[in-house]
């Protein structure tokens, strides 16, 4: 679900080969969409958010 949600963004127009810092919650599952989609060359953030 989360690899169809990025794919869907780049199928309306956001570019897949340009380097990005992602900034995500804790979810194994959208980090993995994240490589998948936009390739291991982009950074990625993990927030754990206030406890």
């Keep these: 679900?989360?690899?169809a949600l990025l794919e869907?963004?780049?199928e309306r127009g956001l570019r897949a080969d340009r380097r990005?810092?992602?900034v995500?919650?804790?979810a194994k599952a959208l980090r993995s969409a994240i490589?998948?989609?936009f390739g291991g060359?982009?950074?990625v953030q993990?927030?754990?958010g206030e406890k």
Aim: charged content about 15%; hydrophobic content about 45%; aromatic content about 4%.
């Design 1 to 3: 679900m989360a690899t």
């Design 8 to 10: 869907a963004l780049v």
């Design 20 to 22: 990005r810092l992602f």
């Design 24 to 26: 995500i919650d804790g």
């Design 35 to 37: 490589g998948h989609v």
């Design 41 to 43: 060359q982009n950074p």
């Design 46 to 48: 993990r927030s754990h």
